[in-house]
């Protein structure tokens, strides 16, 4: 059965949505990968789950909390198309992988960036700390689990989004400990 289109609300007067323009872009992302794209390379329900919007207001945005409600059923959608891919079928590293993650010129559209006015990761530490955490990773000791979870950085305003950050490493962690 073919996924269909979603249809969001906007923000009620004077509240924050999301960027409709974002979504619709991911929506379409999301229906392909369920409607027509099996193979492996595609969407992945971790993408789906750690994706972030802009935050706008008014006829340019989306009701954020329907957004939400529908990336978590879509995720779940997602995990059923990544089900019945056969194990031994998948590559052993494609671009996109948990081990890329943290890799050079990610940094800047993997981790949102928050207003001035509110404090954020340090910039420059997370960026040092995921070409380390990169050159670990392929290295021959590379870091565990709670080692990754471990690594902590200071506030600066308009910093990474602390959460999108900290789901990126949870990510990279349980990818490390399976």
Known sequence: MREARPEFDRPK????????TEVDSFVDKVLFRLNDDRSHDGLSAGEVGIMFFTEERGASAYDSHQVDEWLVSMKERVAEVEAHLHENDLPEQREGSIVDMPAAPHFADRFPRVSRA???FSVPEVDGAMEQLRAQLAGPTPPTGQQI???????EPGGYRQAAVAQSLEMIAMARDI
Not at 13 to 20: C, D, E, I, P, V
Not at 149 to 155: D, I, V
């Open 118 to 120: 509110v404090l954020g």
């Open 149 to 155: 979870l471990g690594l902590a950085f200071s506030e």
């Open 13 to 20: 007067m004077g509240r924050k949505g999301y960027s409709a």
